[in-house]
């Protein structure tokens, strides 16, 4: 990290159960964090095995784009927080092909 010193600023256990079917919409962990600048980092620690369908899947260098207006992850609703951000976020399942999916 090149860094003298690192924090945890929080940590969070989210639950899906075994053989959900509904994905988890597209979204960016910044605009969830009270925090500014490039030097944070999220992990996706799976605690049971996953197979590869279900795993955690990104868009390579997103984190270099727009910020993009979360919402809730019951109805697809904005959360209401972080009005600078925009509120047109990328469609990636759309046009999967015209970025770098990674898993």
Same mark, same amino acid.
């Given at each position: 990290m090149f860094s003298e010193q690192a924090?945890?600023?929080?940590?969070?256990m989210l639950v899906k159960k075994f053989r959900t079917k509904q994905m988890t919409h597209w979204y960016?962990?910044?605009p969830y964090y009270n925090i500014e600048g490039r030097q944070n980092v999220s992990f996706w620690i799976p605690v049971d095995p996953v197979p590869l369908e279900?795993?955690?899947?990104? +868009?390579a260098v997103s984190? =270099?784009?727009n910020c993009?207006? %979360?919402g809730t992850f019951l109805k697809?609703?904005?959360s209401g927080f972080l009005k600078a +951000?925009?509120?047109?976020? =990328?469609?990636?399942?759309?046009? %999967?092909?015209n970025?770098?999916?990674?898993s």
């Open positions: 924090r945890l600023y929080h940590d969070q960016q962990d910044q279900w795993t955690l899947e990104l +868009v984190h =270099l784009e993009y207006l %979360p697809k609703r904005e +951000v925009s509120r047109n976020p =990328l469609d990636i399942e759309a046009d %999967p092909d970025y770098s999916v990674l």
